[in-house]
C-alpha cells in the first residue's frame, strides 16, 4: 500500500528535472548562438547585425596657380596678381574659378576696380575642338557698369588678358548676359561679338 503510494510522486518528480534540464540546454544553445552571432559583427557583419552604411569618398580638392590683371591707377599699365584657386583638374570649372577670383578680387594697392561689383559667373562652356569659350554672367556686367568707353575698355582688358595668360586653350570667347549677347556693356565697345584673347590689348 505504501510503495504504490510514493511511484506517483517519484515519476512527477523525474519529469520535472528532466524538464527543467532540458530548458537549460535550451537557453545555453540559444547564448552560444547569440555570443557567436555578436563576435563575428565585431568583424565581419553577422546574421544579427545590420550591414554599415557605404562611406562615401568626396573628391579632394587641388589647388592651381593663376593670374590676375589689374589696371593701375594711372594711365593704362596693367599689373598681375597671382593667385592659388581650388582646383580638380576639369578645364571649365579652372575657367569659372578663376574669372570668379577675377571678378571678387578687391584691387591691390594701386589698381583700380574694373569690374562691377555683384558681378559673377553663371556658367561657362568650352569646345575644345574649337578652341572657343563661351562665358556667362550675371546681370550685373551691365546693370553695374559705371560707362564710358574707358571703363568699359578696362573691364574687358583685364578680363582677356587673364583669360589668355590662364587658358592659352582658349582661341575664341564669347560673352553672354543671364544667357544672351548684349551689343554692349554701357553703350559704348561693342560685345556681341567673338574676342580673340591672345591679340586684345
Given at each position: 500500500m505504501s510503495t504504490s503510494g510514493r511511484?506517483?510522486?517519484?515519476?512527477?518528480?523525474?519529469?520535472f528535472w528532466w524538464?527543467?534540464?532540458?530548458?537549460?540546454?535550451?537557453?545555453?544553445?540559444?547564448?552560444?548562438?547569440?555570443?557567436?552571432?555578436?563576435?563575428?559583427?565585431?568583424?565581419?557583419?553577422?546574421?544579427?547585425?545590420?550591414?554599415a552604411p557605404p562611406t562615401e569618398t568626396k573628391e579632394l580638392a587641388g589647388t592651381r596657380s593663376a593670374l590676375l590683371y589689374h589696371l593701375r591707377n594711372h594711365g593704362d599699365d596693367l599689373m598681375v596678381e597671382g593667385r592659388q584657386i581650388p582646383s580638380?583638374?576639369?578645364?571649365?570649372?579652372?575657367l569659372q574659378a578663376?574669372?570668379?577670383?577675377?571678378?571678387?578680387?578687391?584691387?591691390?594697392?594701386?589698381?583700380?576696380?574694373?569690374?562691377?561689383?555683384?558681378?559673377?559667373?553663371?556658367?561657362?562652356?568650352f569646345d575644345a575642338d574649337r578652341g572657343h569659350a563661351v562665358i556667362d554672367f550675371s546681370a550685373e556686367l551691365v546693370t553695374g557698369h559705371p560707362g564710358g568707353v574707358a571703363a568699359e575698355q578696362a573691364t574687358l582688358t583685364v578680363l582677356m588678358r587673364t583669360i589668355a595668360a590662364n587658358f592659352p586653350q582658349i582661341h575664341y570667347c564669347s560673352l553672354l548676359v543671364d544667357g544672351a549677347q548684349v551689343e554692349t556693356l554701357a553703350g559704348h565697345v561693342r560685345t556681341d561679338r567673338r574676342f580673340v584673347p591672345t591679340r586684345w590689348h
Open positions: 511511484q506517483p510522486d517519484r515519476v512527477v518528480g523525474r519529469g524538464s527543467l534540464a532540458l530548458l537549460i540546454a535550451v537557453l545555453g544553445a540559444a547564448a552560444g548562438f547569440l555570443g557567436w552571432s555578436l563576435s563575428r559583427g565585431a568583424g565581419d557583419t553577422g546574421p544579427l547585425l545590420p550591414a580638380r583638374d576639369r578645364f571649365e570649372e579652372d578663376v574669372l570668379e577670383a577675377l571678378l571678387s578680387a578687391a584691387p591691390p594697392p594701386g589698381a583700380v576696380r574694373t569690374m562691377p561689383v555683384g558681378c559673377r559667373v553663371n556658367t561657362v562652356f
